[in-house]
């Protein structure tokens, strides 16, 4: 009786155990495999080109289920990859985290659904990094109209080291400021989507009293490269 007694509760002990461990969670036989890529956006590139690379050494976190924190975490090796073993069937998120250049970070998350002894390849993770992430840049070019002191056209053309200002519109000074190339043209980086003021100076008599050249200037979109469509046109005296 004893015996009989030992073996029954025996087994409504296992069989508790195992309807309290049938969720997502480790103690199973699948397996969950992917790799993470960086994708870096240098600083002073003006042509907003990425380079994806292998996130190698990169944090990787596995959720279970519902929960609302990670179950568990792990480092990618050289070339990216991640493996988490011995889980039960369920759904799975996995995150790993880009970086903004403010120094925030955001999950890239992946989701999935794991069966008894599965291998799972989780979808390829990308996540971001360098201080050009989610930021445009405003182009465009000055040209000049060049005079000498008796208010003669001496030549037109690029106007080399114009001084180029960008202000948000409605404050009242810029942020920025930057030096047109030899061929006029002027880059201002790491721009949020907004609308802005782009301006200059100008001279156009004998006291050389300077007024505002201006144009307005939306970027729309993070990542893009927008140009003012209109050349900026000064006058410079020597």
């Known amino acids: 009786m004893k015996k009989i007694l030992i073996f029954c509760l ?56 519902n929960e609302t924190f990670y179950g568990d ?16 069937p369920g759904t799975y998120t996995v995150y ?11 999950a890239v998350t992946q989701t999935v659904n794991v069966e008894r002894g599965e291998v799972v390849t989780v979808p390829t993770i990308y996540v971001h990094e360098g201080k050009a992430y989610g930021k445009s ?18 030549g037109t053309g690029p106007a080399y080291e114009q001084r180029m200002y960008i202000q948000r519109l409605g404050e ?20 949020e989507p907004g609308d802005y003021v782009v301006f200059t100076t100008s001279v156009y008599d004998e006291d ?13 979109d993070p990542e893009t490269i927008v140009e003012i469509a209109e050349p900026f046109e000064v006058t410079i005296r020597p």
């Open 10 to 65: 025996a087994v409504i002990a296992t069989l508790t155990f195992n309807s309290c461990n049938n969720g997502p969670g480790t103690g199973g036989t699948a397996t969950l495999e992917g790799t993470v890529f960086v994708v870096q956006h240098p600083d002073d590139n003006y042509t907003l080109v990425t380079d994806t690379v292998p996130a190698a050494k990169a944090d990787v976190f596995l959720v279970y289920g």
């Open 208 to 220: 050389e009293i300077p007024y505002i050249v201006q144009k307005n200037v939306t970027v729309t």
């Open 137 to 154: 840049i405003v182009k465009g070019v000055v040209n000049a109209t060049y005079i000498d002191k008796n208010g003669n056209v001496t």
């Open 172 to 191: 009242p000074f810029p942020f920025d400021d930057v030096r047109a190339g030899i061929d006029g043209v002027f880059m201002f980086q790491k721009i």
């Open 96 to 106: 790993a985290y880009s970086t903004l250049p403010s120094g925030q970070r955001v």
């Open 73 to 88: 975490d792990i480092e990618t090796d050289n070339t990216g990859f991640y493996r988490f073993k011995y889980l039960r």
